[in-house]
């Protein structure tokens, strides 16, 4: 008998079954869906951390103050800011392993354009800000020295706050108010999305830290405080050397005493962000593992019904090796009803698994990523089953012998 006639004869005996053929397959659609299902949304939380991680630039650490012990109560963090940015040139001139370092403070305010106003951040930093986030000017140029030193009013702004503002138009050179201050827009930054937290990046406006300290904080000419120290560091060096000489010239240069805490903290966010990201990978693998629990039972599922498959048709197996059928054909029909069973089975599991990925993304609004490699895994594993399951009933048929098949009853 050649494989077309074992294929024919495997599908028309499970035509002449179909309840318990879908029955039999329950159990390697559910699994097939729910790792297709559990491979995309863990994908996709994977992606959007690696996202984030880009948003962020490469080997940055954010230096942050500490906190503020007030009669006797230790309050929350950056409570208390004593930087300044002079901190911020040390930290560039004495440690070489730096490629970049930008002060950084913010606030919240209105601004207004023509008829138009938006709620928005207030950042105050410098050039070297862009360099640091690995974020570039879509168009315009970036501040002036004398701008930077002067408090000139200048400012760039995000893609949230130009399409709020200006909706269509071009925001370069316009001009916006923001606490009654006059800011010419000299640069639209590129488009960033949410951070780690989900805020919006781009619903910001950046300027001059002077022109921050002065115009919008008036702190004054002499209060050089900020509060955010941004450092890239360059790329191939250690960043866990470099974040210790980081901290070690902070604590010099802010009088900690050798045996006292740090007043600050420095957080390496591509560590914290590749922590997360594998802690995404093991969470996909490990739901991934227990979806495909139910591919066993279905394979289980398999295997029973083809035991019952076999005892009932043991007389037919009988005439068929009468007539000429050796012990491999009967082996190839069984084993062929038990492969198209995982297959037509897998086959569903793909199709329902791409409709529940979908629904999740539109229901739940999770991001998800269907890949094809899941697919073919998930496929690919359900013919597995179906040959691990399915052999030792079609060795079993294959086993019998022509006159004890022919008398059972």
């Not at 050649?2 to 159990?27: F, P």
């Not at 004495?94 to 606030?107: F, K, L, W």
């Not at 702190?219 to 980081?246: H, L, P």
């Amino acid at each position: 008998m050649n494989t077309l006639t074992a294929i024919r004869s495997a599908w028309r005996s499970l035509r002449a079954n179909k309840l318990r053929s879908m029955l039999t397959m329950l159990g390697i659609i559910i699994g097939v869906a729910a790792v297709i299902t559990m491979i995309a949304v863990g994908g996709g939380a994977t992606q959007r951390v690696q996202e984030q991680m880009k948003s962020l630039g490469s080997n940055v650490m954010l230096v942050l103050p500490g906190s503020l012990s007030a009669a006797g109560v230790r309050q929350g963090a950056q409570t208390r800011s004593r930087f300044t940015e002079e901190d911020v040139q040390a930290i560039m001139a004495e440690i070489p392993e730096v490629q970049a370092a930008a002060p950084g403070s913010r606030t919240t305010a209105q601004a207004v354009a023509q008829n138009a106003n938006w709620n928005t951040t207030i950042f105050g930093t410098t050039n070297e800000y862009l360099d640091v986030r690995d974020w570039a000017l879509a168009s315009g140029r970036l501040f002036e020295p004398a701008e930077q030193s002067g408090s000139a009013k200048v400012a760039w702004i995000g893609q949230t706050v130009a399409r709020e503002l200006f909706g269509d138009q071009d925001p370069v050179d316009q001009v916006i108010r923001v606490r009654g201050v006059p800011f010419t827009i000299v640069g639209v930054l590129e488009r960033k999305g949410q951070n780690a937290s989900g805020q919006d990046q781009d619903d910001i406006v950046v300027m001059p830290m002077s022109t921050f300290r002065n115009r919008i904080w008036n702190a004054g000419g002499n209060v050089r405080r900020i509060w955010t120290i941004f450092v890239k560091v360059r790329e191939g060096q250690d960043m866990k050397a470099t974040e210790q000489s980081v901290r070690d010239l902070l604590r010099q240069r802010l009088r900690v005493s050798e045996e006292g805490d740090d007043t600050f903290s420095v957080n390496n966010l591509s560590e914290v962000l590749q922590a997360q990201e594998e802690a995404s990978r093991v969470m996909t693998w490990l739901l991934s593992a227990v979806a495909g629990v139910s591919l066993i039972v279905g394979g289980i599922g398999i295997m029973n019904i083809m035991l019952v498959s076999v005892t009932e048709r043991t007389r037919e197996i009988g005439l068929r090796m009468a007539v000429g059928a050796r012990g491999r054909d009967i082996l190839a029909q069984f084993l062929i009803e038990a492969v198209t069973l995982s297959l037509i089975g897998g086959a569903i599991g793909v199709v329902l698994g791409a409709a529940a990925t979908w629904a999740t993304a539109e229901v739940a609004g999770w991001e998800v990523s269907m890949s094809v490699q899941a697919v073919v895994l998930a496929a690919s594993f359900a013919a597995l089953v179906g040959v691990f399951f399915g052999y030792y009933p079609a060795r079993r048929a294959s086993g019998l012998l022509p006159i004890e098949a022919l008398r059972h009853e």
